[in-house]
């Protein structure tokens, strides 16, 4: 940054190392008990519980096979719902932002910041009148019904991330096709997709993410048929450590692609979480 | 600005008359989730004037606004408010201060920096529900936790966290998954501080302290105004972890905001306790938002400017 480079003094050295060090140590401990869960997916029962820890061990792998063969009903809830209902938010939402976009109007504006603010009620404030509303309907415990709250969820996100992704969208490119007499159709599949096409990316990674984590929709609107897997999980929680190996296989396979995900999309993750407030 | 703003906007539009097309694109995004969100919290403040309850549902006479005398009064509902309160300031002040901490050990270039950032976020991409089991069973679990192994090979009594210390482990496990977040958003600031303005302080001579506090902090604090209302929103409607870890208890020791209403609407069907508990929810949601969406408004007009 600066021209002039400082000259290094051994303490500094020092210094700068112990930082490193120190950051290193945060990182891992922090990290540390999500690597020991997969550790514990690879031992048998008597060894995840074991007093004083199994650090060293021969690993097994049947927990995995165990919590395949258990999980696939949820795994396919999960993977509807997850994927589902990104495609429906990128339906509806896709439309929208680009509507905004490139024919904004005096409200505009303001209905973008409502659709924001829709994204941050809280799920507590509708869920009563949800309830009754998808017994009448018959939609408790489907996957459809759940569904269609997770687009509820993410359908804000998509249209915020889009509507930035499309801003960043030259006016001159725009003019020109509209010189050339270009159609609605055309504006939106043939300039506005394309150049929006490594933002629907990032933003649909993001979309997954909350839809597979997701739980207080998932355990009061499904019980058995529509249950994704964070209820499938749950349904372990009174077992305290009976099964923790066979736990930990299952909750490895849940976690590993999200967090690949999230890893993936660390930087658009800010933008999607901040609704740019924080760039 | 706003009026720049506008005038750009409107070069983008020039040419084009028809409207219809633009509003049947934004229509049923906007119908969805006015059907979604808006329609059943109306209906949510409607069921939250009545006694109304699933065991006998079709006498439900009005009571105005009891429900939320009651849920200001009541023994059984007051501890819930605190409880919120507690968890919501806890993890806050937690997150900020790891947070900052962190982003500034993470703002200096170190080795294999990314890799330990990237293992420093992992907590924030775990479903709850399953950060509640790791922390339940392999760390705080009294018998076979790794909490209380150490602290018997220290020579202490290990302790029973989730039944002693309930709130507390809650806070942390939920501060645990929430430092990523303000470590994210904090980091992502820094790293955007406009360098010129560092060089000309430096160049005045200014000390390292004159540099933090004058240059840098006036550009941090935007971030953490970020971090505070969005952790305030969503904290507050932390809901998995309890579930799994203590159910609200022991007795009301953890129970929160939501999970008081998953209790009265699906444990007693108090359809009208619930939906009264839940305006509260939202409102105070509501505030946060909209303090929020002042901040999100003030960088959208200001981008347009630069």
């Given at each position: 940054?600066?021209?002039?480079?400082?000259?290094?003094?051994?303490?500094?050295?020092?210094?700068?190392?112990?930082?490193?060090?120190?950051?290193?140590?945060?990182?891992?401990?922090?990290?540390?008990?999500?690597?020991?869960?997969?550790?514990?997916?690879?031992?048998?029962?008597?060894?995840?519980?074991?007093?004083?820890?199994?650090?060293?061990?021969?690993?097994?792998?049947?927990?995995?096979?165990?919590?395949?063969?258990?999980?696939?009903?949820?795994?396919?809830?999960?993977?509807?719902?997850?994927?589902?209902?990104?495609?429906?938010?990128?339906?509806?939402?896709?439309?929208?932002?680009?509507?905004?976009?490139?024919?904004?109007?005096?409200?505009?504006?303001?209905?973008?910041?409502?659709?924001?603010?829709?994204?941050?009620?809280?799920?507590?404030?509708?869920?009563?009148?949800?309830?009754?509303?998808?017994?009448?309907?018959?939609?408790?415990?489907?996957?459809?019904?759940?569904?269609?709250?997770?687009?509820?969820?993410?359908?804000?996100?998509?249209?915020?991330?889009?509507?930035?992704?499309?801003?960043?969208?030259?006016?001159?490119?725009?003019?020109?096709?509209?010189?050339?007499?270009?159609?609605?159709?055309?504006?939106?599949?043939?300039?506005?997709?394309?150049?929006?096409?490594?933002?629907?990316?990032?933003?649909?990674?993001?979309?997954?993410?909350?839809?597979?984590?997701?739980?207080?929709?998932?355990?009061?609107?499904?019980?058995?048929?529509?249950?994704?897997?964070?209820?499938?999980?749950?349904?372990?929680?009174?077992?305290?450590?009976?099964?923790?190996?066979?736990?930990?296989?299952?909750?490895?396979?849940?976690?590993?692609?999200?967090?690949?995900?999230?890893?993936?999309?660390?930087?658009?993750?800010?933008?999607?979480?901040?609704?740019?407030?924080?760039? | 600005?706003?009026?720049?703003?506008?005038?750009?906007?409107?070069?983008?539009?020039?040419?084009?008359?028809?409207?219809?097309?633009?509003?049947?694109?934004?229509?049923?995004?906007?119908?969805?989730?006015?059907?979604?969100?808006?329609?059943?919290?109306?209906?949510?403040?409607?069921?939250?004037?009545?006694?109304?309850?699933?065991?006998?549902?079709?006498?439900?006479?009005?009571?105005?606004?009891?429900?939320?005398?009651?849920?200001?009064?009541?023994?059984?509902?007051?501890?819930?408010?605190?409880?919120?309160?507690?968890?919501?300031?806890?993890?806050?002040?937690?997150?900020?201060?790891?947070?900052?901490?962190?982003?500034?050990?993470?703002?200096?270039?170190?080795?294999?920096?990314?890799?330990?950032?990237?293992?420093?976020?992992?907590?924030?991409?775990i479903m709850p529900v399953i950060t509640a089991l790791i922390w339940k069973n392999s760390l705080l679990n009294p018998v076979f936790g790794l909490f209380g192994m150490a602290s018997q090979a220290l020579g202490f009594e290990a302790i029973d966290w989730l039944a002693q210390y309930p709130m507390v482990s809650i806070i942390m496990m939920v501060t645990w998954e929430w430092t990523p977040f303000a470590l994210l958003i904090l980091l992502t600031s820094l790293q955007s501080l406009p360098t010129d303005q560092l060089e000309a302080a430096r160049l005045d001579g200014a000390s390292q302290l004159q540099e933090f506090w004058f240059i840098v902090m006036p550009h941090w604090t935007r971030a953490f105004e970020v971090v505070v209302l969005l952790e305030a929103i969503f904290i507050l409607q932390i809901y998995g972890e309890i579930y799994i870890a203590t159910s609200g208890g022991p007795?009301?020791?953890?129970?929160?905001?939501?999970?008081?209403?998953?209790?009265?609407?699906?444990?007693?069907?108090?359809?009208?306790?619930?939906?009264?508990?839940?305006?509260?929810?939202?409102?105070?949601?509501?505030?946060?938002?909209?303090?929020?969406?002042?901040?999100?408004?003030?960088?959208?007009?200001?981008?347009?400017?630069?």
């Amino acid at each position: 940054m600066i021209a002039t480079k400082p000259p290094t003094y051994p303490w500094r050295t020092a210094k700068n190392v112990a930082l490193a060090l120190l950051a290193w140590v945060i990182a891992l401990t922090f990290f540390f008990p999500i690597a020991w869960m997969i550790s514990s997916a690879f031992k048998t029962e008597n060894q995840a519980f074991a007093t004083p820890p199994v650090i060293i061990f021969q690993p097994i792998f049947d927990n995995f096979s165990l919590a395949f063969a258990k999980y696939g009903p949820a795994l396919k809830n999960s993977l509807i719902a997850a994927i589902g209902s990104t495609l429906l938010s990128f339906l509806l939402g896709l439309p929208a932002a680009f509507s905004m976009v490139f024919y904004p109007n005096s409200r505009s504006r303001s209905t973008l910041l409502w659709v924001i603010s829709t994204k941050m009620m809280p799920p507590v404030g509708v869920i009563v009148p949800l309830y009754l509303i998808f017994k009448d309907l018959q939609l408790l415990d489907t996957i459809f019904g759940l569904t269609l709250m997770y687009t509820t969820m993410n359908l804000p996100l998509v249209i915020w991330m889009m509507h930035s992704y499309l801003s960043e969208i030259p006016i001159e490119i725009l003019e020109a096709a509209r010189v050339d007499g270009a159609s609605l159709q055309h504006e939106f599949l043939r300039i506005a997709m394309p150049l929006a096409a490594p933002g629907i990316a990032s933003t649909a990674l993001l979309c997954i993410i909350f839809a597979w984590n997701e739980a207080f929709f998932a355990l009061n609107l499904t019980n058995v048929d529509g249950a994704p897997l964070s209820v499938y999980i749950s349904g372990f929680k009174t077992t305290q450590g009976l099964f923790w190996a066979g736990l930990s296989a299952a909750a490895t396979l849940v976690i590993l692609p999200v967090m690949a995900f999230g890893w993936s999309a660390q930087r658009q993750l800010v933008q999607g979480l901040t609704m740019g407030a924080v760039k | 600005m706003t009026v720049q703003h506008r005038s750009l906007k409107k070069k983008k539009n020039a040419g084009r008359t028809s409207k219809l097309p633009a509003l049947l694109l934004l229509a049923p995004a906007l119908g969805f989730l006015i059907l979604t969100t808006q329609v059943p919290f109306i209906m949510t403040i409607y069921y939250s004037l009545f006694r109304y309850s699933l065991v006998d549902p079709f006498k439900r006479p009005f009571i105005g606004l009891e429900n939320y005398v009651t849920l200001f009064t009541d023994p059984l509902s007051v501890p819930v408010l605190l409880n919120t309160l507690v968890l919501v300031l806890s993890v806050i002040a937690l997150t900020i201060i790891f947070g900052a901490a962190l982003a500034l050990l993470f703002n200096r270039p170190f080795f294999g920096r990314s890799v330990a950032r990237t293992l420093l976020i992992g907590p924030f991409f775990i479903m709850p529900v399953i950060t509640a089991l790791i922390w339940k069973n392999s760390l705080l679990n009294p018998v076979f936790g790794l909490f209380g192994m150490a602290s018997q090979a220290l020579g202490f009594e290990a302790i029973d966290w989730l039944a002693q210390y309930p709130m507390v482990s809650i806070i942390m496990m939920v501060t645990w998954e929430w430092t990523p977040f303000a470590l994210l958003i904090l980091l992502t600031s820094l790293q955007s501080l406009p360098t010129d303005q560092l060089e000309a302080a430096r160049l005045d001579g200014a000390s390292q302290l004159q540099e933090f506090w004058f240059i840098v902090m006036p550009h941090w604090t935007r971030a953490f105004e970020v971090v505070v209302l969005l952790e305030a929103i969503f904290i507050l409607q932390i809901y998995g972890e309890i579930y799994i870890a203590t159910s609200g208890g022991p007795g009301l020791a953890t129970t929160n905001l939501p999970f008081f209403i998953f209790q009265k609407a699906f444990g007693e069907y108090s359809i009208g306790m619930a939906s009264a508990a839940g305006v509260i929810a939202v409102v105070i949601a509501n505030i946060m938002t909209a303090l929020f969406l002042r901040l999100v408004n003030r960088n959208a007009t200001l981008e347009v400017k630069s």
